[in-house]
């Protein structure tokens, strides 16, 4: 039998990683979407902050997760999110695609328990790292499948 070389052990990981990484996020993302949407659709989820297309879109399925997603980054990172959303608003080109929190200031962004806080700054992290992870196997596949031909 021959031993796999470092090469495949790493795509291995890499592929194990993505995968379990994503079952996670998935699963942590069914919680959050349950609690967010009960705590912050009254308060956010209105005309200031999203127009009226985006209310449409984002109040049924599949498309109510991108909603808990952007309240996650809202709770979890506040400053960075306002200032990315500001941007996004102001730019000639992102304008049409982002509409989300328009003219909001920190003093708006609600306050919610510590717990809440805290499990949305994990889940921005583990969406950081999967991307990273996801990132590098694409890059793996890539790289060595050119030179395996």
Request: glycine fraction near 4%.
């Amino acid at each position: 039998m021959e031993e796999l070389d470092n090469i495949a052990i790493l795509g291995a990981v890499l592929f194990v990683s993505t995968f379990v990484l994503a079952i996670v996020i998935l699963i942590y993302l069914l919680v959050m979407h349950k609690i967010l949407c009960r705590l912050l659709d009254p308060i956010l989820f209105r005309e200031p902050w999203f127009n009226a297309t985006q209310l449409a879109m984002f109040d049924s399925w599949p498309l109510s997760f991108i909603k808990s997603m952007q309240y996650m980054f809202l709770i979890g990172f506040p400053a960075l999110t306002l200032k990315f959303s500001s941007f996004t608003n102001k730019n000639r080109f992102t304008k049409r695609l982002s509409y989300r929190f328009k003219g909001m200031r920190l003093t708006d962004v609600p306050d919610v328990q510590p717990a809440i806080k805290v499990a949305c700054k994990v889940y921005t992290i583990l969406h950081l790292l999967l991307s990273i992870v996801g990132v590098l196997f694409f890059l793996y596949l890539g790289w060595f499948g050119l030179f395996e031909l």
